[in-house]
C-alpha cells in the first residue's frame, strides 16, 4: 500500500497547490485530498517540504520521460528542437496545476539546496538538450539555448500568473517562431 499511498500524496500535493496558487497548504489539506491522515502522510514523507519535493520529483520524471520519447523519435537536429520544445508544453506537462507546481518549485528554490539541485539539473538537462540540437543549426548554439530556455520559462510564468486553462499549442507555437528568427539571423 505504501507506493499507492505516497503516489495518491503526491498527486494531491500538485492538486493542492495548483487549486491554491501557493506552497501555502498544510499537510492535513495535503492528506485529506488523498483521503488519509495527515499522520499517516508525515509518516510518509517526513515534513511539508519532503512532500512537496517529492511532487517535483514526481512532476520532472514525467518531463523527463516525455522528453526522452519525443527525442527518441525525432530525426535531426530540428526535429530534436522540436520535440524539446512540445515535451516541455505537452497536455501533461502544461497544466494548470503542474504549471503552478513549476513556479512553486521555483520559489522553494531560494530556500530549499534540495530543491535548488533539482532545479539545477532540470535547467542543465534542458540547456544541453537545446545546445546538442542547435549546434549544427547555430554558429553560436549555447546563447540561442540560454535565450529559448528563457522563453520556456517565462510562458510557464505568463501562464501561472494568467489562472487560465495554459494553451500548450500556442506556447510551443511561440518558442519555435523564436526559435526561427533565432535560425534565420
Known sequence: ??????????KATITEIGERGSLDVTV??????????????????GGKEDIFLAAMRHTLTVYGAEVRGALAMASGPRERLEAVVRAGFSSSNFRTETVAAWLNFYVLALTSPTAARLLKIYQGRLRANLRHALRPLSAEPAPVAERIAALIDGLYLREALARQTPDGAAATAQVLAALDKELSS
Open 28 to 45: 492535513a489539506q495535503i492528506a485529506r485530498r488523498a483521503g488519509m491522515s495527515a499522520a499517516l502522510a508525515h509518516h510518509y514523507f
Open 1 to 10: 500500500m505504501e507506493p499507492i499511498r505516497r503516489a495518491a500524496l503526491v
